[in-house]
């Protein structure tokens, strides 16, 4: 859900605001002023920092997951061999 950042051209007052089509205009919870100017969307932000952490946390992921994988082929390898030694 977008909520944008909004400040009050009347009393500089910064506030977030969620918009949903059914939303009205936002108005200033301070002084009830409609003539706010959208800022930077916040979610845009914080959803960057997420997907970058995400990735972060998948590359961790694949890292570990690589590495037990690597670790099961070892032990299959061996255990083929050793089946071979006989
Ligand atoms: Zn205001």
């Given at each position: 859900m977008p909520i944008?950042?909004?400040?009050?051209?009347?009393?500089d007052e910064e506030f977030e605001y969620l918009v949903l089509k059914s939303s009205a205009a936002p108005v200033c919870p301070t002084c009830g002023s409609v003539r706010v100017e959208?800022?930077?969307?916040?979610?845009?932000?914080?959803?960057?920092?997420t997907r970058g952490r995400a990735k972060r946390d998948i590359r961790a992921r694949n890292r570990a997951l690589r590495k037990d994988h690597a670790h099961e082929e070892v032990k299959?390898?061996?255990t083929h061999a050793k089946d071979h030694e006989d």
């Open positions: 944008f950042e909004y400040r009050c051209a009347a009393c959208k800022l930077m969307s916040i979610p845009t932000v914080s959803s960057d920092q299959r390898i061996e």
